[in-house]
């Protein structure tokens, strides 16, 4: 109990500590015009207050991952508690910020347009099919488990297909009408609703004095499953995850000061933080041991874990609440995944989408593939996910480190972890049986030398582009905005 509580402490101090370094590192500039004011379009582009940027990033990033990942990452014991609070603070948040605030200084850009900013045109073209396809998977799989699990608690009075349906006619308005109609207007409401189950779930644990392990580096896992790097890769959101890098920039084109950077973006990552620390900590406390959780991940998978642990903390009605809740997230992050999907494609042909019909052309073929994939087995397929994820996540800490970099900044906030996921994204294709299938230590020795030959090469790049002068950003004049 007492490691919980004081993870919990720890991921908020971070904030208002590594969190205000972090800001400090960047130098916000409050007098610069940000996109939501340089570019508004009443589209993509509109201000909006902090409140709401804050609540939407959140649903934004969440879907499931900070509940369906740290509750598979609890078999391996309160070592994923150590993963949750120094990944978040040092690796995921600096993350978000980054990639949110660099994007602010270049026009609201997603990821592909950055990293072939500062990584090489090459790789503008790797990254935006690479993030499009990542962004087609994640719209489709949250059209698939949330349908299931409304289908589940209705107990099946209505067809999967007309769920289906209603979700893929919620997808559809909210990719292509103003972000202030749909996702502005209910993401607050569900952002509270989020927090209220996930603080339910947390608060009755300490109240019940629930039996959460004390930290330890053992390896509980009942495989034995090698800590690094599967622990890292399981553990995404609510520690570190790429996907956040595909959404970040949606919110980087309604936010109203750079100052707000911190809050919306490094915040709401400790956030998200802390609602996986609650279900890491329920997985681990409630199942009777490590073997007791695995069986029933085995049997009904962590949504299963969600219902048990909510109908133990909460009771009939709050349960049903909570569950609703784990609902809404893979919901609220389809949506955007599908926005993301259309404004990266609208970016890279450089589309205007002040016309709905411009938006409907580049989403009606995306919804459609989606549809198609429905009825395709996702099992083989997402099992690419995780290294998918965590590989975005790598080019973003990377883009993050050369704009630092050539700003003559300090760098090393974001190149310590970009290092250290390039070696647990290596090691994992390499060793994984989606990969390579080597032996761990040869996987390890593979790694190891890729890291090194991607960091050395970081280098030759990044010197170069600061000995060019290379522009960190859209030239605009600066002015004093009214809030």
Known sequence: MYTFIASIALLIVGYF????????????????????YTHKDDIDYLPMNTKRNSLIQLL???????IFGPIMGALYGPVAFI??????????????????????RNRGAHLPELAGKFLGKFMKHVVNAFAVLLLLLVGTVFVTSPAALLYSL????????????AIFIYYILATLLPIDKIIGRFYPIFGALLLISALGVGLGLVFTGAPIPEISLQNFHPDNAPIFPLLFLTISCG????????QTPIISRTTQSEKQGRKIFYGMMIAEGVIAMIWAAAAMSLFDGYNGLGDLLANGGPALIVSEASTLMLGAIGGT???LGVIILPITSGDTAFRSARMIIADYFNFSQKKVTSRLWIAL???????????????????????????????????GAMYLFIAKKNYWIAMVPAIFMTMATSTYILYAPIGLGLSLNIA????????????????????????????????????????
Request: one cysteine or more; aromatic letters at 14%.
């Open 239 to 246: 520690a570190l995850s790429g996907f956040h890098a595909t």
């Open 321 to 323: 609440l909570a569950i």
């Open 60 to 66: 934004n990033i969440a879907g499931v991952g900070p």
């Open 154 to 165: 209705m107990n099946g009075w209505m067809a999967m297909g007309l769920i289906l349906a």
């Open 17 to 36: 500590t590594y969190g205000k370094f972090v800001e400090k590192v960047f130098g916000v500039r409050e007098a610069r015009a940000t996109p939501a």
């Open 444 to 483: 390890y020795v593979g790694a190891t030398f890729f890291t090194v030959a991607i960091t050395l090469l970081f280098f030759i790049a990044a010197r170069k582009a600061r000995g060019e002068n290379r522009p960190l950003e859209y030239d605009i004049t600066d002015w004093e905005k009214v809030a």
């Open 83 to 104: 993963w949750i609070v120094v990944g978040c603070i040092f690796a995921g948040a600096v993350h978000d910020y980054l990639t949110g605030m660099i994007s602010i």
């Open 365 to 399: 073929p995306l919804f459609v593939v989606s549809l198609a994939l429905t009825r395709i087995d996702f099992t083989l397929l997402w099992r690419y996910f995780s290294w998918a994820n965590q590989s975005t996540a790598v080019i973003a800490l990377w883009v």
